[in-house]
């Protein structure tokens, strides 16, 4: 289940405050309590689906709830306990360097509260083509010169954001090491995506 555009409308980049989405959270609520585990698969940091599920956040040991969070470079299981976390190499100083590009753009951002990813948000930025052509070219650059950056891109008449991952890391190696887990077993999967990067 992807927590953006798809199933959940949010300010772009933006994860605290966030109002809690009592509805939705019910629905998995009413899912979890009929035995279906739920899975969520999103490019938003862990503290983003904590606001938005307090009673979720609040039960989570109880409950069959995994998160991947980060697109797929953080993942913990209803217990809070990190099944798998992995950092872009140097992301402090990518940080940095995508910061001091994005001065240029106001609006974009580089968003908060990741660990192990970067997103850069370009959906408020006052020339939103430019900024993200050209941090798209700022991010080719940057994966050239290091190993082990991924690049993740989506650009839409709604949004357009940039995410750096550690290579070999998406939605896809996110979605396998959850399923492995035996409580998924002789499920029926179903997925819910609105873009290329819930593709893989």
Not at 173 to 200: M, Q, R, W, Y
Request: glycine share 8%; charged share 20%.
């Amino acid at each position: 289940l992807d927590l953006d555009g798809a199933v959940v409308s949010r300010q772009p980049g933006i994860h605290d405050p966030v109002t809690p989405d009592l509805g939705l959270e019910g629905h998995l609520l009413s899912l979890m309590g009929d035995g279906c585990p739920v899975a969520i698969n999103t490019g938003r940091p862990e503290k983003f689906i904590d606001n938005l599920f307090p009673n979720i956040r609040d039960n989570a040991a109880l409950l069959p709830f995994w998160a991947s969070t980060e697109t797929g470079a953080h993942i913990y299981d209803h217990g809070k306990n990190i099944l798998f976390q992995r950092a872009v190499p140097g992301i402090e100083r990518l940080r940095d360097t995508f910061n001091k590009e994005l001065a240029q753009y106001p609006g974009a951002i580089v968003e908060g509260h990741k660990m192990c990813a970067i997103t850069i948000s370009l959906a408020a930025a006052n020339d939103k083509q430019k900024a993200y052509d050209h941090m798209l070219a700022v991010c080719k650059t940057e994966a050239a010169a290091a190993q082990g950056i991924n690049i993740i891109h989506v650009y839409k008449p709604y949004d357009a954001y940039i995410e750096i991952v550690p290579d070999g890391i998406h939605k896809g190696t996110a979605s396998e090491k959850i399923l492995a887990h035996p409580e998924f077993h002789g499920k029926v999967v179903v997925c819910f995506g609105d873009s290329n990067a819930d593709e893989t």
